[in-house]
């Protein structure tokens, strides 16, 4: 069973920056497609960004130039630097992992695990 824990959130002023981190453990890291999505009051959860195995990446229209997915396999832990964030992005954050099994890591993949989410608040 996978467990992961996000961090890192807080209160930023528009145009600052966050870093979140989420820890993973049990299973094999190296072999799940990551991402990160969240969710605003009032609407619907949105795939933020997702890294393959092989590390190449995806981003949501939103948030491309602004934000950057990463991993250390090393450590298990799935990384989102988020700059220039703007009000829009407050949300709840959350990470996800699933088998990756050959397929293209697309935010649209139904994701088998999920952490408890951070919260993300930014101020204009």
């Known amino acids: 069973q996978v467990q992961l824990v996000e961090s890192g959130g807080g209160s930023v002023q528009s145009g600052g920056s966050l870093r979140l981190s989420c820890a993973s453990s049990?299973?094999?890291?190296?072999?799940?497609?990551m991402g990160w999505f969240r969710q605003a009051p009032g609407k619907e959860r949105e795939g933020v960004a997702a890294?393959?195995?092989?590390?190449?990446?995806r981003y949501a229209d939103s948030v491309k130039g602004r934000f950057t997915i990463s991993q250390d396999n090393a450590k298990n832990t799935l990384y989102l630097q988020m700059n220039s964030l703007k009000p829009e992005d407050t949300a709840m954050y959350y990470c996800?992992?699933?088998?990756?099994?050959?397929?293209?890591?697309?935010?649209?993949?139904?994701?088998?695990?999920w952490g408890q989410g951070t919260q993300v608040t930014v101020s204009s």
């Open positions: 996800a992992a699933t088998e990756s099994n050959g397929a293209a890591c697309e935010m649209e993949r139904d994701f088998s695990y």
């Open positions: 049990g299973g094999t890291y190296s072999t799940y497609c």
């Open positions: 890294i393959d195995t092989d590390g190449s990446t």
